[in-house]
């Protein structure tokens, strides 16, 4: 009898630790949130889409790259991250940097080149902020760190739009803004969960400064005006019955896991399912409001 | 339900919840003990994203405005159109 094939464990390569190093299960929704925008502002020929597409996930790729070179100290020190190939000791550092910024670099013409040059502007800020305001500044000094960091993660529905627009008006803006206010109660449900890991690293996170009892309470503030936000377009015009019908639905199943989650807390009773399970919709919730503005400006 | 009634819901939500947001902000900062030069920084960083989101409900209230306008331009050259 053979054993099951899931139980032999892939061997590493270099090709699997240079992907691996770009961190593409986070750049799927990062690119979804980049090619969306580009249907909600208009009908973006195939060339812009690739081209975008590809200039999206080497640019993002790049940042999460030098990341791995940034945070090399803690990373051996945390559960989730020692696997990484810098830790794991399968990749030097100093070539991890130079391959994050030889994609980045090349995103950057490719954007310029073949989409325009403002796509590229705007892609580059978002490497920029992620490396430097992001990693280099905020992670490390303040437990406020997502939230301002959170605007790193916001710059693709900016490049998309620009991509097909040429240009970033209110309605751009406000993909950047629900992406920039999604962050805090996706990001804080993990970071509730691995509080010991950021703890022993030495990373200021909201429950390890604060305490789980406010960070919990801000979530809910976060997701009320999640809400609040994500219904505005509508009123000027950008989307229609679809969409509003969608990110009311979507974001009331997000408060109810959020709500949930305080009131385990609030009993002292454990709220761990509940938020690995509010974590993991929280990225589905960003996919499908994203999809639901693309169908809802050709429907 | 009316546009007017959404837009004034909604910014009704966003206000309130950013207020306690800061609300919240402040008392973690007092509870977690940090100096005042530390607390300042803390205060600026929460005080940044309100400036942002100040500005775009005000372009949002002005773009809305203009929507209704166009719309109500529309229903009255569709009326005049009609026999």
Request: hydrophobic share 55%; charged share 15%.
């Amino acid at each position: 009898m053979t054993a099951p094939a899931a139980a032999v464990p892939r061997e590493p390569s270099l090709a699997r630790d240079l992907i691996a190093l770009t961190k593409p299960r986070i750049i799927s929704l990062l690119l979804l949130t980049t090619l969306a925008p580009m249907f909600v502002a208009g009908t973006p020929s195939w060339a812009t889409i690739l081209w975008t597409g590809i200039g999206g996930y080497l640019m993002a790729g790049g940042a999460n790259a030098v990341n791995m070179y940034l945070d090399r100290d803690i990373d051996h020190v945390m559960a989730r991250t020692k696997l990484r190939p810098i830790p794991s000791g399968r990749m030097a550092a100093r070539a991890v940097l130079a391959f994050g910024i030889a994609i980045a670099t090349a995103a950057t013409w490719l954007l310029g080149h073949f989409v325009n040059v403002l796509t590229a502007a705007l892609a580059l800020s978002g490497f920029y902020f992620y490396v430097f305001v992001y990693t280099r500044w905020l992670k490390r000094t303040t437990p406020q760190n997502i939230v301002l960091g959170g605007a790193a993660g916001a710059f693709p529905p900016l490049v998309g739009w620009a991509a097909v627009t040429g240009r970033v008006d209110l309605a751009s803006l406000y993909l950047f803004l629900i992406i920039f206010y999604w962050t805090p109660p996706h990001f804080w449900a993990l970071a509730l969960l691995k509080q010991r890991d950021y703890g022993k690293a030495g990373v200021p996170m909201a429950p390890n400064i604060w305490g789980e009892h406010e960070t919990i309470d801000q979530m809910l503030w976060y997701t009320l005006l999640l809400i609040g936000l994500s219904a505005l377009p509508v009123t000027f015009g950008v989307f229609g019955m679809f969409y509003f019908v969608s990110a009311i639905v979507l974001g009331g199943i997000l408060l109810e896991g959020v709500w949930r989650i305080r009131r385990l807390a609030a009993r002292g009773e454990s709220w761990i399912p509940v938020a690995w399970k509010v974590y993991k919709y929280s990225l589905l919730y960003l996919a499908l409001l994203f999809v639901a503005m693309a169908i809802d400006r050709h429907i | 339900m009316p546009l007017p009634v959404v837009l004034w819901l909604s910014i009704a939500l966003v206000a309130v919840s950013q207020v306690m947001i800061l609300r919240s902000t402040v008392r973690a900062m007092r509870a977690a003990e940090s100096e005042q030069a530390r607390r300042g920084i803390e205060w600026a960083y929460a005080v940044v994203p309100v400036i942002v989101l100040l500005l775009v409900l005000v372009a949002t209230w002005q773009a809305s405005q203009e929507h209704a306008l166009r719309l109500g331009l529309e229903a009255s050259a569709n009326q005049s159109v009609a026999p």
